[in-house]
C-alpha cells in the first residue's frame, strides 16, 4: 500500500465514517494523481457498503464487566509468582530429581554387590580346586612350623641405644 499522508488520513477517516464532499473531492484529486491505487479505494468502498448494510452486533450487558475481569485475570497471571507458586513448581522436579538419583545409587550398589558375589565365587572355586590343603602332609607338619618361629620378640637394646643417640643429635 502507499504510505502517503494524505492518503492514509483519507483511508482512516473512511473507515471510521463517510467522507465528507471536501475529503471526496481531495480522495478523488490524489487518485488521479496515483491511478495504480484506484482498484484498491474500490474494494475498501464496496466493503464499506457491504458493512453498512449488515446490523451491528448485539453486544451483552455484562460486555464491559466481563473485558475487566478478563483484564484483571491477565494482570495477576504476569504478576511475579508467590512463593508457594515457586514451590509448587520446585517440588515435582525436585520429587524427579530424587527418584534419579535413587535409581542411580540402587543400580550402583547391586553392581557392587554382583562384583562381590563373583569375587567371592571365584575364590570359592580357586578354594576347592586347592590341592595344597588337601595333602594331609602339611597338616601334620603344622606344629614343627609353628614351633620355629619365636613366640616373643627380643628387644635389640643397641638399636634402641643407637635410636635415642640420633633423636638427640637431631634437636
Known amino acids: 500500500m502507499n504510505s502517503d499522508p494524505v492518503y492514509q488520513r483519507l483511508r482512516e477517516a473512511a473507515w471510521q465514517r463517510r467522507l465528507t464532499p471536501t475529503e471526496q473531492a481531495e480522495l478523488q484529486a490524489w487518485l488521479a494523481a496515483h491511478p495504480e491505487v484506484q482498484p484498491d479505494v474500490e474494494l475498501e468502498a464496496v466493503l464499506d457498503l457491504a458493512l453498512e448494510q449488515k446490523p451491528?452486533?448485539?453486544?451483552?450487558?455484562?460486555?464491559?464487566?466481563?473485558?475487566m475481569q478478563t483484564i484483571a485475570a491477565d494482570a495477576i497471571e504476569t504478576r511475579s509468582p508467590t512463593p508457594a507458586a515457586w514451590w509448587q513448581r520446585l517440588l515435582p522436579r525436585l520429587?524427579?530429581?530424587?527418584?534419579?538419583?535413587?535409581?542411580?545409587?540402587?543400580?550402583?550398589?547391586?553392581?557392587?554387590?554382583?562384583?562381590q558375589q563373583e569375587e567371592l565365587t571365584r575364590a570359592a572355586q580357586q578354594l576347592a580346586t586347592a590341592q595344597a590343603l588337601s595333602n594331609p602332609e602339611v597338616i601334620a607338619d603344622f606344629d614343627v612350623i609353628r614351633n620355629l618361629s619365636p613366640t616373643t620378640a627380643a628387644a635389640d637394646e643397641g638399636l634402641l641405644a643407637l635410636s635415642d643417640e640420633l633423636l638427640a643429635l637431631g634437636q
Open 95 to 115: 520429587a524427579f530429581a530424587a527418584v534419579l538419583i535413587m535409581s542411580g545409587a540402587l543400580g550402583f550398589r547391586h553392581y557392587q554387590q554382583l562384583a
Open 56 to 67: 451491528a452486533p448485539r453486544v451483552s450487558s455484562n460486555f464491559t464487566a466481563r473485558v
